[in-house]
């Protein structure tokens, strides 16, 4: 099946700092890409969803300028999440949908953020 | 606003046993239906994913129904094994605010007992 490979696996940073998640589909191109976030024993809630080429679309309650997405292309999009603060610290997972098979969305590793 | 349920929260079976997992959502109006695997700390394994048109679908010992009008899915797992403990989260796809997203439950954590 197809592969999504999210890195880093775990990161931990100091309040202040940002951190940046990469995503990339190997495989396969992605012309959509999407960021979710997964609090413990919470379902996976959509942040955003990214499109090649074109600016992000955050869902309602999510600080755009907080976390900054950027699909530069088909395999890649990255995750910044700036001036994190440990209310930031959560399971952050990427999604990425096959074009050929735009009915199936395949799932990154995930990355476990730590914000001290 | 879509709403997925899945019950139980957490189930603990014996080896062996045939089971049944539970997922229920609130509108209709979806694409297809997908059920995940999550083992813990790790990302998302698809499983099964059920069309809008289709009522069922089969991989190995995993089966999964899905009946749109009542908004309902079943996964059933015969012969569970521990290597099936994992959380198992189902979701739908469906248009919304002009685009189209995956809504997922919470899950279900199963654990399969040797």
């Known amino acids: 099946g197809a592969v999504v490979s999210q890195h880093p696996s775990r990161v931990i940073c100091k309040s202040g700092t940002s951190v940046k998640i990469e995503c990339r589909s190997l495989d396969f191109q992605a012309t959509t890409m999407f960021w979710y976030r997964q609090f413990p024993k919470q379902s996976l809630m959509l942040m955003a969803t990214s499109n090649e080429g074109s600016k992000a679309t955050y869902e309602q309650g999510v600080e755009k300028d907080k976390f900054l997405i950027n699909h530069a292309s088909l395999t890649l999009s990255t995750l910044t999440v700036t001036s994190a603060h440990p209310e930031d610290s959560s399971f952050y997972i990427c999604s990425a949908r096959d074009l050929q098979m735009s009915s199936t969305a395949f799932f990154g590793q995930g990355t476990r953020l730590t914000v001290v | ?114």
């Open chain 2, 1 to 114: 606003k879509q709403e997925v349920t899945q019950i139980p929260a957490a189930l603990s079976v014996p080896e062996g046993e045939n089971l049944v997992l539970n997922c229920s959502f609130t509108d209709s109006a979806i694409y297809n239906l997908q059920w995940f695997r999550q083992d813990p700390g790790k990302g998302l394994t698809s499983l099964l994913l059920i069309q809008s048109s289709q009522r069922e679908q089969t991989s190995g010992r995993l089966n999964a129904s899905l009946d749109k009008s009542s908004g309902r899915s079943t996964l059933y797992i015969a012969a569970s094994q521990p290597g099936d403990s994992a959380t198992y989260l189902c979701a739908v796809r469906r248009m919304e605010g002009g685009s189209e997203k995956l809504v997922f439950g919470k899950g279900t954590k199963l654990t399969v007992n040797p």
